[in-house]
């Protein structure tokens, strides 16, 4: 019994956390997605330049961060807001059993929905690698949704964490502007993984490479471990 009990339960927590990710303001932020794809690829498309994949890679991080945004970041609010957060946190070990299973269930719709995004690439503006675009596009779209997760636990309010998250966003990208490293520092979030400089040696790039998305999922791994960390706070969160 407890063999045929046990899927059970992974079926209704994955058929309920789908429904949490997929409702609400989710479908505006998928919405928004698509016309920014279409905005950008008709745009590349009437363009005297030819696309290439370094051009692709931004065109496409872009509508994919809009993506994990919401979920991430709204997951806690969202379930206080429906007054079900009292009731998870009744779930033993409910940080594991619930958003551990939540944050698997956004990445992978969010892979899907680039998958998708690529293919259409693929036949609109340029022949490339659909699978490798899409999973070094998934290497910053981890690390955003996961800092996501991690300041909505420490704020407690989605407003305030998507607010936080934008301006360091931001930040980031106009620091790395102004210091004219946007495609080579390896530190950086916005890090286009095709984009090698004419005048760095190929053994020199994909060593950067390396370096960049192992920092990247270095910090998403932490600031998952930090943000479940904090839901174990039950008391912060129940006002």
């Not at 505006?28 to 290439?52: E, N, R, V």
């Not at 872009?62 to 807001?81: K, M, R, S």
């Not at 594991?96 to 690529?118: C, E, P, Q, T, Y």
């Amino acid at each position: 019994m407890e063999n045929q009990f046990q899927p059970s339960i992974i079926r209704d927590l994955i058929r309920y956390n789908i429904k949490v990710i997929f409702g609400n303001k989710f479908v505006y932020f998928l919405g928004g997605s698509f016309i920014f794809f279409l905005l950008i690829t008709g745009i590349s498309l009437f363009s005297s330049s030819i696309p290439d994949i370094a051009s692709l890679y931004y065109q496409l991080l872009f509508p994919a961060l809009l993506l994990i945004f919401f979920p991430t970041v709204y997951g806690i609010q969202n379930d206080e807001d429906v007054r079900i957060l009292e009731i998870l946190f009744s779930i033993p070990n409910y940080r594991f059993k619930v958003w551990m299973v939540r944050i698997l269930i956004i990445l992978l719709m969010v892979w899907l929905v680039i998958v998708l995004l690529a293919f259409l690439d693929y036949f609109i503006l340029l022949r490339h690698n659909i699978l490798l675009l899409s999973i070094q596009l998934m290497v910053p779209v981890t690390f955003f949704g996961t800092v996501g997760f991690l300041f909505s636990t420490i704020i407690r309010n989605g407003h305030g964490a998507a607010v936080v998250v934008i301006i360091l966003a931001i930040i980031a990208w106009f620091m790395e502007i102004v210091s004219g490293e946007l495609s080579i520092t390896t530190w950086s979030v916005f890090f286009n993984p095709f984009d090698m400089p004419s005048d760095t040696s190929t053994v020199v790039w994909e060593l950067a490479v390396v370096r960049n998305r192992t920092f990247l999922l270095v910090v998403s791994a932490v600031s998952v471990l930090w943000g479940l960390l904090s839901l174990q706070r039950r008391e912060k969160f129940m006002r």
